[in-house]
């Protein structure tokens, strides 16, 4: 392979998969339509449901050109919602089953900024 293509795949990688991964967040709101809601009320739990995506969505534009907010951000986002699923009241299976979901995509793409980063910077 050669250079111009691993690099290219280093700096194509994270993006992609952060826009996933902001997609496969942004599902979870769609649970508010089953709810029998007002408009304004489906609205409002739409945006609430929503403002971890948002905030990921804002953090995406920024470390597209620097990618070391966004391994940083990803990074600490995961560890974030580590956090918050040990502190509910659930089983450590539970919180340990949800963490591998949300917690190691957001660790990977976090990385892969850094190793972008890295790379440039070099």
Known sequence: MKKRAVSEFVYWTPR???IVFIVFLALFSL????????????L?????HNIPSLVLLII??????YEIVGGI???LAGLFYI?????ASLPWYTSLVWCLEIA????????LFLVNWFKKKN
């Open 31 to 42: 649970d508010v339509f089953s709810m029998n809601l007002t408009f304004t009320q489906t």
């Open 16 to 18: 992609i998969l952060s």
């Open 104 to 111: 190691l995509p957001a660790f990977l793409v976090g990385i």
């Open 73 to 75: 951000a990803f990074i």
């Open 83 to 87: 956090t918050q699923c040990f502190n």
């Open 60 to 65: 995406l534009l920024i470390s597209w050109k």
């Open 44 to 48: 409002l739990a739409l945006f609430m």
